[in-house]
């Protein structure tokens, strides 16, 4: 008897037959990382990593205890027991150049016959693990004969299980051809929406201005400049104090990134090294960009996906195009198709919904109080309830 959301629906239009995929980290790897993290040593006391308030990046006392924490009290094999039950696959991709990719991605199929596919797209330092509480929420909520949607989570190319080509620089133009390829191999060809923030974000407004099946997409980042002529007196309070903190992080918050972009190969060395610099690397932005600092257990367990699976040196070329090179014209281009917007005032771009809807066809807007840059990690109940109420106004037929 097959497992609950797993009944593939093909059509006469499915070119892609994924094989069922099972996480399972073999046993050295495990041991290898906490050799390596044991023999990691700790930079001493400083003035600016005894700063509380970690204006200069992650405090020596928080690294002194996440490093207990990974060594002597964290169980991979309870977060791999928690991914493995949801549904995995692989499958092979060919894009437009004949070149073969092997994407990774989580699904929940369903049995209706007008089931919506949606199409879910992470960010760096992301990964699918950001969906698990969405699928989870969504395998309570229905049952596969009730479900309203196909839900699709892949990895990026170069992040976690898929594949990256190392005879290209891959740019957020060739994720979108491989993710439309995906989801029209898989049967959606008729049309899908996608949805993401971050990369994802970026991914999910490409397919919307490039590839006819992407009919509609909901997004809980966006990235555009104020229309001309813009009045600031016409912005409401949150929105102004999150300018105000978008603003202090381009200048204070946003060196990573242009190191990423500029010497990818240098810090992927660096970081690729010692998981001890991973964890200060990446357990950083998921302290600071987030409303709330996350669990540390949650933290332990992104990290240690990165470090099993070495996602961190392959998964930042994404940067190289967004912040040292002129746009692609379909990241700056308008879609007319419908744009769903997700604003939560921990963003580090917190574009306010007057600047959205000067470059898009935004048809749907929800301002939060609370929740940051890992919508669907902080908030799934509130992040998935906007994609069902986006879904149902844009689809046609669609029900919750």
């Known amino acids: 008897m097959s497992s609950p959301f797993t009944k593939f629906p093909t059509s006469s239009s499915t070119t892609i037959h994924p094989k069922p995929f099972k996480v399972d980290i073999p046993k050295s790897t495990l041991e290898e990382l906490k050799i390596l993290l044991k023999l990691s040593k700790l930079a001493p006391p400083t003035y600016e990593n005894s700063q509380q308030d970690r204006r200069y990046g992650v405090t020596g006392e928080w690294i002194r205890e996440a490093k207990d924490k990974w060594l002597n009290d964290f169980e991979w094999s309870k977060h791999e027991a928690y991914i493995n039950s949801f549904p995995h696959y692989t499958a092979p991709v060919v894009d437009d150049s ?19 596919p949606i199409v879910m797209l992470h960010g760096w330092p992301g990964s699918f693990l950001e969906f698990l509480p969405i699928l989870d929420l969504l395998k309570n909520k229905y049952t596969p004969a009730t479900l309203p949607y196909h839900i699709i989570v892949p990895s990026l190319p170069g992040f976690a299980f898929s594949s990256l080509p190392l005879d290209q620089a891959f740019k957020l133009e060739n994720i979108a051809e491989v993710v439309d390829k995906l989801m029209i191999g898989l049967g959606f060809g008729a049309g899908y929406v996608s949805q993401g923030g971050d990369v994802g974000y970026f991914v999910a407004k490409v397919l919307a201005v490039s590839h006819p099946s992407c009919k509609a997409y909901h997004v809980n980042m966006y990235a555009t400049a104020p229309p001309d002529g813009f009045d600031y007196a016409t912005l409401n309070e949150p ?41 200060a690397w990446v357990g950083e932005k998921y302290l600071e960009w987030s409303d709330e600092d996350p669990p540390l257990d949650t933290i332990l367990a992104a990290v240690t996906l990165y470090w099993v699976t070495e996602t961190f040196p392959r998964s930042i070329y994404v940067y190289g195009q967004l912040m040292t090179s002129t746009p692609h014209e379909s990241i700056s281009s308008r879609s007319d198709k419908p744009l769903g917007y997700s604003w939560f005032p921990r963003e580090m771009v917190p574009i306010p919904k007057s600047w959205a809807a000067a470059s898009g066809n935004l048809v749907f807007f929800k301002q939060h109080s609370k929740g940051g840059h890992f919508a669907a990690l902080e908030n799934p109940d509130v992040l998935l309830g906007d994609v069902e109420e986006f879904v149902a106004q844009v689809w046609p037929g669609a029900s919750k």
């Open 239 to 279: 929105e102004r104090q999150a300018l105000e903190r978008g603003s202090k992080w381009r200048s204070t918050g946003i060196a990573y990134g242009i190191t990423h972009a500029t010497r990818p190969s240098t810090i992927g060395f660096v970081i690729a090294s010692n998981p001890l610099a991973l964890l």
């Open 98 to 116: 004949g070149k073969e990719h092997s994407l990774h991605f989580l699904a929940l199929y369903s049995e209706k016959p007008d089931a919506v």
